[in-house]
């Protein structure tokens, strides 16, 4: 489809919108605007950079063995920086503290600074890209048993507090130098694969654990601090210390601290098959200034496949909408895959995160909301359904052409010769 198809396309569908109060230049201006930050750890099925950390997965697994893994951070960010090329929007990087590069000094998580990502810093800046940062409590010799802020061992929890102080540090460094703000998200893979004699024990060591390393103040203009929780993982399957409710609480206990900075995550794949995380915005919004969600597909499971435009996804990107919350909902992409080409797997699921978010910004929304003032309900479901069938898709490539990325199907031939050229020389 050449631009002039593109252009025809896209001035039907204008009408067509235009016809139930949805003015599209206005949509595509409010598209552009939203930031989604985009996870490094796709890129090499989540292995990370350091020279001395060791220990099991703590039950992260990507799996598949597709040609060209990215082998040192280098090949990482010339892999993210094609992935980037490719997709239209503003967009941030998701880093985790795993990948550090610490060159020929053997330093551990708990010392980790801001030089330590230098590299990252430089690249973002070169890439105009703000970013996001992640401490690492998993992956390591000191988590083998699935217990880091819960720990027994007084000296092994104080390594994982000094080790998520460090990375607030570092999130605060990267807001500073690149003047936007970086989220710091704490994820523990803390639990027990069968039932705790003492639930209450370890969840008062967590929250003690997480005053202790948000105790130092760091200005909010830079750091913004989140905190996640799960239902189970691997090996944690009748208790995990950090679930919902848990942070919840620990939420409003820091709220009441004056810990305002504080928001919390939800992932998409943390929860029950059954729950509709997209039920959970405006609850939280009614209370809370904002919130972090980790975009992932779980398959009955935490699995973490690629994001697709799935009834979740569009639910999710719906509730935001109609919450007027684009704002102050932070997103970010959360899956690694490692039987499909890694960069396609970034493009299709950011590409997909986006467009569910247009596809809820589309919707005739006011319509919808006065036939239900109204009580005209029959209304309501037929405006709903209708929008649903709009062409969406004719306002996506319109928004690509303006961006300057491949609209449609055409983004898979540069990945293609990128595989080519450079994943296939790897092996």
């Not at 305002?260 to 995550?265: P, S």
């Not at 005209?376 to 490539?397: F, G, V």
Request: proline letters at 4%.
């Amino acid at each position: 489809m050449n631009k002039h198809q593109i252009e025809t396309q896209y001035q039907a569908a204008r009408e067509q919108y235009a016809e139930l109060g949805v003015d599209t230049e206005a949509v595509l201006r409010q598209l552009e605007q939203l930031e989604i930050s985009m996870h490094c750890w796709q890129g090499d099925d989540v292995t990370g950079l350091e020279q001395m950390a060791g220990g099991t997965s703590g039950g992260i697994m990507s799996t598949g063995s597709s040609p060209g893994i990215a082998r040192d951070g280098d090949e990482l960010r010339d892999d993210m920086a094609m992935a980037l090329s490719l997709l239209p929007g503003r967009h941030r990087v998701n880093l985790h503290a795993s990948y550090a590069e610490t060159g020929s000094d053997q330093v551990d998580r708990d010392s980790y600074e801001m030089r330590h990502f230098e590299a990252w810093l430089n690249w973002a800046r070169q890439h105009q890209l703000a970013v996001d940062f992640n401490p690492t409590l998993f992956g390591h010799r000191l988590a083998d048993d699935n217990m880091t802020l819960t720990h027994p061992d007084e000296s092994t929890r104080q390594f994982w507090i000094r080790h998520c102080q460090a990375s607030r540090r570092i999130a605060d460094g990267f807001g500073r130098a690149l003047g936007r703000p970086s989220i710091c998200n704490i994820w523990i893979p803390d639990g027990s694969k069968d039932i705790p004699a003492d639930r209450g024990v370890l969840r008062r060591r967590l929250k003690d654990s997480l005053d202790a390393i948000l105790s130092e103040a760091l200005p909010g203009e830079h750091l913004v601090d989140a905190i996640e929780s799960k239902l189970f993982g691997v090996g944690v399957e009748s208790f995990t210390a950090g679930s919902h409710e848990f942070y919840m609480g620990y939420l409003a206990h820091s709220h009441a601290l004056g810990r305002r900075n504080v928001v919390l995550t939800l992932d998409m794949g943390h929860y029950h098959p059954t729950e509709a995380v997209s039920d959970k915005i405006s609850a939280l919004l009614t209370f809370y200034p904002r919130l972090l969600v980790h975009v992932s597909r779980p398959v009955k499971w935490d699995s973490d496949h690629v994001v697709i435009t799935d009834d979740a996804l569009q639910d999710l990107m719906r509730e935001i909408h109609r919450s007027d919350a684009f704002d102050r909902v932070s997103l970010a992409t959360d899956f690694f895959d490692g039987s499909i080409n890694r960069i396609a797997a970034w493009v299709i699921g950011l590409r997909a995160t986006r467009r569910a978010a247009l596809q809820a910004m589309l919707e005739p929304t006011e319509r919808i909301r006065e036939a239900e003032a109204a009580g005209r309900l029959a209304d309501r479901l037929a405006l709903t359904e209708e929008a649903k069938h709009l062409p969406a898709q004719a306002i996506w490539n319109e928004f690509c052409v303006r961006e300057q990325v491949p609209a449609g199907l055409n983004y898979l031939e540069p990945i293609h010769e990128y595989e080519r050229k450079i994943l296939r020389e790897r092996s």
